[in-house]
């Protein structure tokens, strides 16, 4: 049984940044991910390989050295005012240190100097989403691009694979404890590593597995909100003004009917929507998007979220994200596309209907359909 002084389980830039604070620290330090490297991994779909996600366990668009976000947009959001609760856990000052220290490394490693979302014009589009009902929160944003994101990650692996260990293909299947300390995990390759420290940042596609753990080892979780939505796609000169000056323009809106907060999330200018299978051997597709940094699509697009927070007796947000994408998938067989005018009107998009519209989708493999009569799951 090797001995650690620290464990990283999940190898995305949550237990990469974990690893990068271990480097040269002088412990020693093992970090697991149960994907690939990131030359290996690869999406048949996006290489045109199959037509129909097979799907491969891990998905290798959200598994793997580089984590979820290897596949990236690489849009780094710098500001507190969105995207996560960082600020309550560590208060506002250190979490604006943190989000500049964070930058810095991603400088270093050879992301753009470029900020979008700082220049004189971001005032002039605040009052005119304002004028429509829209709360539009300027954040400065740099945008590393899908294929950069790769060549930044694999500098922070080529660093730190030189100062510490790191198993690939290897999952952590139970944390083990000895009277109320953690004191290593054991792995799907029937082996058990010792630790005195074990940092755990499995990321979505762990989150049941951490959840299993959280409970079988009696610790107190907090729910986050449930997201549902949907990914909207449209021609780039829609949006060219706002994607122009602040990459991804950040909004909201209060429903009139229920009041819930609806939010555009993950604007991809140019960029393609993806697919992606979360949850194992009981995977379900749901759909992301990215843009590159030299290669254009005519399409931008977004996630539109509404996010709900769940009181008692609700303690399973993950679970019932995945059982709505189910029944899209269910009906689909995949992921469906839906086009506005269809929506409104009732009634089915067919592939005819969908071709005589003025955007053509960049997921090819979405089934045309109705999404009238479920809630649309397309992300979560
Ligand atoms: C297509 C796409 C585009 C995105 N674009 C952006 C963007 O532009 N900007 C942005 O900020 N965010 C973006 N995101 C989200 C971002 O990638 C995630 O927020 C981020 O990756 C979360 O980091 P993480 O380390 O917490 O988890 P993850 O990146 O999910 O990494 C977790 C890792 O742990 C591994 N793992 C899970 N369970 C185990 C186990 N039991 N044992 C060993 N390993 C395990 C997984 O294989 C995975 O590699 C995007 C995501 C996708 C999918």
Redesign the pocket.
């Given at each position: 049984m090797a001995q650690y002084d620290v464990i990283i389980?999940?190898?995305?830039?949550?237990?990469?940044f974990a690893a990068l604070e271990m480097a040269g620290s002088g412990l020693s330090t093992l970090l697991?991910?149960?994907?690939r490297d990131i030359e290996k991994r690869g999406c048949l779909i996006q290489e045109g390989k199959v037509e129909v996600c097979p799907p491969c366990v891990?998905c290798h668009?959200?598994?793997?050295?580089?984590?979820?976000?290897a596949?990236?947009?690489?849009?780094?959001?710098l500001s507190t005012s969105v995207?996560g609760r960082l600020a309550d856990y560590t208060g506002l000052k250190a979490a604006k240190s943190l989000i500049s220290y964070v930058d810095d490394v991603y400088l270093r490693l050879g992301a753009s100097y470029q900020l979008y979302g700082v220049g004189p014009e971001v005032e002039g589009l605040r009052r005119r989403a304002a004028m429509v009902d829209l709360r539009l929160i300027p954040t400065p944003v740099r945008h590393v691009g899908t294929e950069r994101c790769r060549s930044v990650l694999q500098g922070l692996r080529n660093h730190l694979s030189s100062q510490l260990d790191i198993r690939l293909g290897?999952?952590?299947?139970s944390i083990v404890t000895s009277n109320g300390r953690v004191v290593g995990v054991d792995t799907d390759r029937g082996e058990r590593h010792a630790c005195d420290y074990l940092v755990v940042?499995?990321?979505?596609?762990?989150a049941e597995?951490l959840m299993k753990e959280a409970s079988r080892l009696g610790l107190k979780r907090y729910d986050n909100p449930v997201d549902l939505g949907v990914r909207v796609e449209l021609q780039a000169a829609v949006l060219e003004e706002f994607t122009r000056a602040l990459y991804e323009a950040k909004m909201e809106y209060f429903s009139r009917s229920f009041d819930d907060r609806i939010r555009t999330f993950?604007m991809c200018p140019y960029g393609e929507v993806?697919l992606?299978a979360t949850g194992g051997t009981d995977p379900v597709s749901t759909v992301?998007?990215?843009s590159y940094a030299d290669r254009h699509t005519p399409n931008t697009n977004f996630a539109l979220l509404v996010s709900t927070t769940f009181t008692q007796p609700f303690r399973d947000p993950i679970a019932y994200g995945r059982s709505v994408a189910h029944l899209a998938n269910l009906l689909s067989g995949g992921v469906l596309v839906q086009r506005l005018g269809d929506l409104q009107e009732g009634r089915r998009t067919t592939p005819e209907r969908l071709g005589r519209g003025i955007v053509e989708p960049t997921l090819a493999s979405a089934t045309p359909g109705d999404l009238s009569c479920v809630p649309c799951p397309t992300a979560f």
């Open positions: 389980v999940g190898g995305g830039p949550g237990g990469l697991l991910e149960r994907g891990p668009v959200v598994s793997g050295l580089g984590g979820a976000g596949f990236s947009d690489g849009k780094l959001t995207g290897v999952a952590a299947t940042g499995p990321g979505q596609e762990g597995w993950c993806t992606e992301n998007g990215h």
